[in-house]
């Protein structure tokens, strides 16, 4: 039930206002949990922890993030909530597409794809089925194409 109120609230352009800024605090939770509590830990929706190589430092950048499962793959979105440029994690991966991800206390290595075509559009309905709020996030990004990955997993 909680789930469900906060997808409905999630779409309203305050709630991304008011989220951002604990994203911080979000990723903090998750390393601090292993990755069993992202999302603040709210129940109903499938989050993650992503760490990617910084393409100008090569340092460790983690971001907490929803997703949408794929089979064994994870469905991942640039959305910045809505802001007109992509978050500094999609350029991440683009330039170095190797990643590890966190998720209910289990860490593994993964391999980002960027989506396009009709995959694209199949996939975007299983992370609006997750986040609702995604619809809203393109219609604020001034037009911006946001960048969805699929990650799936690697052998260590």
């Known amino acids: 039930m909680f789930s469900s109120l906060l997808r409905r609230v999630g779409r309203a352009e305050w709630f991304a206002r008011l989220a951002r800024p604990l994203v911080p605090l979000d990723r903090a939770l998750g390393r601090l949990t292993r990755g069993?509590?992202?999302?603040?830990?709210l129940p109903g929706?499938?989050?993650?922890?992503?760490?990617t190589t910084g393409r100008r430092s090569g340092e460790?950048?983690?971001?907490?993030?929803?997703?949408?499962?794929?089979?064994?793959?994870?469905?991942?979105?640039g959305s910045n909530w809505g802001q007109r440029h992509h978050p500094?994690?999609?350029?991440?991966?683009?330039?170095?597409p190797e990643a590890t991800v966190m998720v209910d206390?289990?860490?593994f290595p993964v391999r980002a794809r960027l989506v396009a075509g009709p995959e694209r559009a199949r996939l975007r309905e299983l992370l609006l089925d997750v986040?609702?709020?995604?619809?809203g996030y393109e219609r604020r990004s001034g037009g911006r194409d946001l960048r969805m990955f699929r990650l799936e997993r690697r052998r260590p």
């Open 45 to 51: 929706l499938p989050s993650l922890l992503i760490t």
């Open 60 to 77: 460790p950048r983690s971001n907490p993030l929803l997703y949408a499962p794929d089979g064994s793959a994870f469905v991942v979105i």
């Open 105 to 107: 206390g289990e860490r």
């Open 88 to 96: 500094a994690w999609t350029a991440n991966l683009l330039a170095n």
């Open 36 to 41: 069993r509590f992202v999302a603040f830990g």
């Open 131 to 135: 986040w609702p709020g995604y619809a």
